[in-house]
């Protein structure tokens, strides 16, 4: 059954100009700062637009503007620290002179958290790239890098692997592709060291799986988005890379399909289970159109409303594919099939292309026009609800089309509830739009007790829509959290917090 529209949409606001607000109690970085700096880095490590720097505008744009070119940040100062030493260092300067600090991986997020909003100096942690230990045998790793140990996998994959950081994944709680497998980062990060806004440098590096000696501490920093500190080392608990993965795509002929589809293949597959992914009828067409696939034949996809890719990792190939051919022979032969049609990868080649759909997505978005992007968590059985939603929002609003909204779409991680709405906007973006979908989503996200942030976290563009999945009573623990760890408001301001 459709949303009702009559529920949401009743107030506009525009987060392109939220987003850009001064700190007026904020200091920028000046050249008697940077002789400082000097001292600290060298001066490979430093690009600024002061003298006698003066790196260009060209130089300094990969860590003002963030992937997507949504963003555009102000700092005239970038900073490269190789080691937790020198980023203390900074911080107790920043500290001292109450300059706001933007912690920064890969730059690779989707809501504004890692770009200065107000001349706050950016401190790029891409130089911290070592590797301190692992052990083999409990699959512990000690690292600033996102990195796969010897036949270990990290417990996180995400579409950005490769440019993301581990201490990024973990500032934001990334949760990516399998986190219906391995869990969320909560769970899987032993310790952490951490700079705090002081400059102090709190060690809790710990190697043990057990440890009830006090307040958990490392627990606030995850998801916390670099408002309390700078992630500068991880313990991590890293599982044994599977010995054999497989992977199939099917086609359903409406959602409607897919809860039970899930129960089936969670019942037939059991623990060799890792992802279970969705996408739309549009999304699927749109990754076509882009050249991924085809994957399936077009008479047997016929008139298919959505899709679903499943993985499976385990320790022995042969019983694995028994498993995965049973599940596709009870779905094919079943008096009233879930499924249109399906196909099982039968080589390496064959699992990555399948794949390659999926994690194509996001860049095939990027192609086809400027992306209003909706990382929310709702009840499963509504995701198609949602998207029906703020397509019919669009048409009434006489949005839709080649002049404004060209395609409104749905993806994402069905087996932990993490939908991937977007709207993608054919000539750019627009206070039009932005209207139109703000604060709708965010009531309509609300409206189904779901959370307008999965796992993108809330940056700059979200702090306006917290109070839709936190009540006051939370909000303001937030706020006193803040208040003890960083009492001058110098770190990552304007993110998470309004």
Known sequence: MMLSLSTVGRRATLWSVRASRPFSHLNTVTTEDLAYFSKVLPPSNILSTLP???????????????????????????????????V????????????????????????????????????????????????????????TITSHPHNHIMPLDLGAKGSCQIGGNISTNAGGLRLL???SLHGSVLGLEVVLPDGTILDQLSTLRKDNTGYDLKQLFIG????????????????????????????LPHFDNVLPLIQVVKRQLGEIMSAFEYMDRTAYDMALSHGLGPVLDAKEVGDARCFVLIETSGSNEEHDLDKLNMLLESLMSA?????????????????????????????????????????????????????????????????????????????????????HLNVIAKRGYSSEIESALEPFIYELVASQKGSVSAEHGIGSMKTHALHYSK????????????????????????????
């Open 52 to 86: 006698p720097i003066c790196t260009s505008h060209d130089d300094m744009a990969p860590y003002n503007v963030d992937w997507m070119g949504k963003y555009h940040g102000k700092a005239n100062t970038i900073l490269r620290p190789r080691t937790a030493h020198e």
């Open 88 to 143: 203390s260092e900074i911080v107790k300067h920043c500290a001292s002179r109450r300059i706001g600090i933007v912690p920064q991986g890969g730059n690779t997020g989707l809501v504004g958290g890692s770009i200065s909003l107000d001349k706050e100096l950016v401190l790029n942690l891409g130089a911290m790239s070592r590797v301190r230990s692992f052990d083999p045998v409990s699959g512990i790793f000690l690292s």
């Open 181 to 183: 497998r391995y869990g």
């Open 224 to 251: 916390a988005e670099g408002t309390l500190g700078i992630v500068t080392g991880v313990s991590i608990l890293t599982p044994p890379a599977p010995q054999a993965t497989n992977n199939v795509f099917l086609a």
């Open 335 to 419: 008096d009233e099939p879930l499924i249109l049609t399906g196909t099982l990868s039968q080589s390496p080649g064959q699992f990555e292309s399948l794949w390659a759909v999926r994690e194509g997505l996001t860049e095939c978005v990027q192609k086809e026009g400027k992306p209003y992007k909706y990382d929310v968590s709702v009840p499963l059985s509504n995701f198609q609800n949602v998207v029906d939603a703020v397509l019919q929002r669009m048409i009434s609003m006489g949005l839709h089309g080649d002049h404004a909204v060209s395609k409104v779409m749905g993806y994402g991680h069905i087996g932990d509830g993490n939908l």
């Open 471 to 498: 009540d006051n009573v939370n909000i303001e623990w937030m706020r006193k959290i803040k208040r003890v760890f960083d009492p001058l408001d110098i770190m990552n301001p304007g993110k998470v917090l309004s």
